[in-house]
């Protein structure tokens, strides 16, 4: 089947690093853009950042610029998405998203969507 799988969440403390990984399986990443996003508890979905196909489009949200970095390698049909100094307020389920479009991919609208990962920010 068509998918996509993230992993690399768990439990940090504050000023720690992740590194989550999302694999598609069944399609090509190559001809699609990107986008990650977060949903806590009580909070809307939000948008943390998106990648177009060809990289020249690149977006943050302001809460995680300087701190994030979205990167791809197609030889190994993987997005990555590297946390650094995390903050409590990070803390949600993680989610990578496929879309045809680099809109889409960042506003939400996406052909395909990972299950989440659990990240968790805590002292």
């Known amino acids: 089947q068509l998918q996509l799988v993230e992993s690399g969440g768990g439990l940090v403390q504050p000023g720690g690093s992740l590194r989550l990984s999302c694999v598609a399986s069944g399609f090509t990443l190559d001809y699609y853009a990107i986008g990650w996003f977060r949903q806590a508890p009580g909070k809307e979905r939000e948008g943390v950042s998106c990648l177009s196909r060809s990289g020249g489009t690149i977006n943050y949200a302001d809460s995680v610029k300087g701190r994030f970095t979205i990167s791809r390698d197609n030889a190994k049909n993987t997005v990555y998405l590297q946390m650094n100094s995390l903050k409590p307020e990070d803390t949600a389920v993680y989610y990578c998203?496929?879309?045809?479009?680099?809109?889409?991919?960042?506003?939400?609208?996406?052909?395909?969507w990972g299950q989440g990962t659990q990240v968790t920010v805590s002292s």
């Open positions: 998203a496929a879309g045809l479009t680099s809109w889409g991919a960042c506003s939400g609208r996406c052909d395909y």
